[in-house]
């Protein structure tokens, strides 16, 4: 291994042990390494230790459950569900029951982290109500995630009230290119977050072959200046029909690169990082948790009724326990009890007006108003 090379590596680890976040030009060193070299390799090991010390030893899996398969006029260019692609047909919502039910099934299995996500335009105060009846039906000390559309203060407010823990959202690779969406209402969004009692998680993503180092170090010192709970990196999956369909993915080997070059370089106060669509390797590489998803899937043309692609929660289980981390979540909302009972009473969701990203498009995809 070059010794310049290591002896660099070593200095980022040990400044990341200490909460330190990688300046602009150190993490596009890491993310321009050989993906195959013995210097990757290594910074894979050191991206390991960092995620062991960061999680304290603990590593989640989130139940993502996809409430809605429905077209939607944002036509970003790698979702299936984007309007213009034809690819969804008949529209799927599903009732709070049968998202209960999944809750309930997904929580018996051990998942950590349920992950309720909709489409742009599903109406968020719906989801809000049914959370409180989700925590009433389904004791136990698990954590709520939202991955919705567009949030308000007081929405953020209602959500958490109602017994989520986090939300995620993303500023897009090429946003405003590959999405009509606009960075500032992205940004938006996020300061409605992450100035709420809920936690803010985001991710790198959606990662094409096409993405250039310096623009996946942007993305992660522009999220490490919002202040996020935790980040991720997650591959595009080229959806047959949508823009990217016969694309050439981005392979696992450089996706593993990338997952250690963000751990390494968003240092130990982020406490959890990990990979989407899984790989197991990523336990190896800076990844603390998995997801694994059912229902809707920007990801899929289907609707899937059991896991995505397979992978259970017995598997993710099995994963995390034989890489030496806890099943369980890294940050415990102390909000709701492990053993079972249930203290928790649910807020009062207040009136709340959705913000409009079809007036705030900038103009590449969607049905964009002009000048809006
Ligand atoms: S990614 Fe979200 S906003 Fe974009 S088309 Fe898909 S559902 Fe709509």
């Keep these: 291994m070059n010794e310049e090379t290591k002896a660099f590596i070593d200095r980022v680890t040990d400044e990341s042990l200490r ?9 596009i060193r890491m993310l321009a390494m050989d993906p195959s070299s013995e210097e990757v390799a290594y910074l894979k090991q050191c991206a390991t230790k ?59 299995a051990g998942v ?83 100035e709420s009692p809920l936690r803010w998680g985001t991710c790198i993503e959606p990662i094409g072959i096409e993405h250039t180092n310096e623009e996946l170090a942007d993305r992660i010192l522009e999220n490490m200046a919002m202040g996020p709970h935790s980040m991720g990196v997650m591959a595009r999956v080229n959806v047959p029909g949508t823009p990217f369909g016969g694309m050439e993915p981005i392979s696992q080997e450089r996706m593993l690169h990338i997952l250690a070059a963000v751990r390494l370089s968003i240092g130990t106060h982020v406490h959890s990082c990990s990979i989407h669509p899984a790989i197991p390797e990523a336990l190896y590489a800076g990844g603390c948790g998995f997801t694994v998803e059912r229902g809707a899937n920007p990801r899929d043309a289907a609707l899937n009724k059991n896991v995505w692609r397979g992978f259970t929660v017995d598997e993710a ?56």
């Design 112 to 194: 950590t982290t349920i992950t309720l996500r909709s489409t742009e335009f599903y109406d968020l105060k719906v989801l809000t109500e049914w959370l409180g009846d989700i925590r009433q039906q389904v004791p136990g000390g698990y954590l709520i995630n939202l991955n919705v559309g567009e949030m308000t203060p007081a929405m953020a407010e209602a959500a958490y009230q109602a017994g989520a823990t986090s939300a995620y959202h993303v500023i897009r690779l090429r946003e405003g290119t590959d999405t009509p969406f606009s960075v500032d209402l992205r940004k938006q969004t996020i300061k409605a977050i992450a």
């Design 19 to 27: 909460g330190a976040v990688q300046p602009r030009e150190a993490i």
């Design 317 to 372: 289980k099995k994963l995390i326990e034989d890489a030496g981390f806890a099943c369980v979540p890294i940050d415990p909302d102390p909000r709701f009890r492990t053993d079972g009972r249930n203290w928790w009473k649910a807020g009062n969701p207040e009136d709340y007006i959705m913000p409009d990203p079809i007036a705030s498009a900038t103009g590449c995809c969607g049905k964009q108003k002009p000048g809006g």
């Design 50 to 108: 960092i995620a062991h010390a960061a999680s304290g030893g603990c590593a989640g899996i989130s139940g993502a459950i996809g409430v809605d398969l429905c077209s939607c006029d944002m036509n970003c260019k790698f979702c299936s569900f984007g309007t213009e692609w034809g690819i969804v047909t008949e529209d799927i919502v599903y009732t709070k029951e049968e998202i209960i039910n999944m809750v309930r099934e997904y929580v018996a």
